[in-house]
């Protein structure tokens, strides 16, 4: 069993910066990929950003230049640093592994950003 636990979160003014952190323990093995998604109120859950077991990375259009994820294999944690927060940005951010078939999430952590 794989249990995420994710932190960071909290309320920033617009502009402001953020850093999200996704801690993975349990029966740990190699994941396929490592990403972060967010869930706004009223809208689908939608993919922010992923790094491979490469270590390639892919953003969504509207984070882009603003939003970088990371990892430390060590610690076995992967990193959202998110600069230049917008409201719109306001969501619950998820973190989730990936196993081929099996998907695995974190409880998720509250983002609010004020304008």
């Known amino acids: 069993q794989v249990q995420l636990v994710e932190s960071g979160g909290g309320l920033v003014q617009a502009g402001g910066s953020l850093r999200l952190s996704c801690a993975a323990s349990?029966?740990?093995?190699?994941?396929?990929?490592r990403a972060w998604y967010r869930q706004a109120p009223g809208k689908q859950r939608e993919l922010v950003a992923v790094?491979?077991?490469?270590?390639?990375?892919n953003y969504a259009g509207s984070v882009k230049g603003r939003f970088t994820i990371s990892r430390d294999n060590a610690k076995n944690t992967v990193y959202l640093q998110m600069n230049s927060l917008k409201p719109e940005d306001t969501a619950i951010y998820y973190c989730?592994?990936?196993?081929?078939?099996?998907?695995?999430w974190g409880q998720g952590t509250q983002v609010t950003v004020s304008s």
């Open positions: 989730n592994a990936n196993a081929g078939a099996i998907n695995y």
């Open positions: 349990g029966s740990i093995f190699s994941f396929n990929a």
């Open positions: 790094i491979t077991r490469g270590g390639s990375t």
